[in-house]
């Protein structure tokens, strides 16, 4: 007898046929009762699971399944097959361009860009810097003393990268060389870099005096800010995809088209959100019927 797979001369073992038995019966379970997998930027955390996952829950009979972290760290993960979704939302379009093409996997063939948040600079009103912030240029009082500033890291997240941007933009802006080097020190400063799903935490929690957030997290946590100069401040660009081989492409799609709708719309500015007209980029052919009419005639 002749074999053209070697594998079938070394049979499975039981416990390895029970593991994949049970994963194929657990990935079948979730798909039949509707789970919708959303792999979503961390600074979205509390519209995510408070807000867009519940009402979509509501209004479609499916299950939201979050999972936050930094854009890139995010896309990073999907491209090394360590994480699966259906939906996957970034904060910056450069994270989809990385997924795009078959050099990166085609993992996404498409996104829309659906809104933006202004970075801004939370803090903490019992900090005893606090009082300083309302009364003196806030550049000055993070090179204060003793000061705990968080961010997060701009390697793994684009809130860290644009952090680091503005930081440079304001040497200029306010004429004083090394001031990016005196607030945040290296890029990737351990005394500042969080996870980007702990930062709100952290400054509501005490442990931190002043972070680097998008006017979207402080005013959904209720946190205290300081708006930056609109010359300087960058912003967060919010995107939606559906990801190549998504185990629930129909439920990935409702998401999408709730997420974009009227109701997903209302949720997400009653959340802070600067809600825009969604624009397309990539291949429209490939964007589901029901999501395309809610572009209109976007791009």
Known sequence: MRFS???????????????AALSLTSASAAHAAG??????????????????????DKASGDTFQGFAGGSSGLANQIKGKLRQGDVFVSASPKVNAGLMGSANGNWVGWYITFAQSPLVIGYNASSKFAADLKSKPWYQVLQEPGIRIGRTDPKLDPKGALTVTLMKQAETFYKSPGLSEKIIGAPDNVAQVLPEETLVGRLQSGQLDVGFFYSTETADAKIPSLALPAAITPKAVYTITILHNAPNADGADKFVAFL??????????????GVQKPTLTGDRNAVPQDVQALLGQSR
Do not use: I, R, T, W
Request: glycine content about 12%.
């Open 5 to 19: 797979d070697k594998s079938a001369l070394f049979p499975l073992s039981a416990a390895a046929l029970l593991a």
């Open 260 to 273: 974009l709708g009227a109701d997903g719309q209302a949720v997400m500015k009653q959340h802070g959100l």
């Open 35 to 56: 789970k919708v997998n959303v792999l979503y930027a961390g600074s979205l955390v509390n519209l995510m699971e408070h807000g867009v996952g519940p009402a979509f």
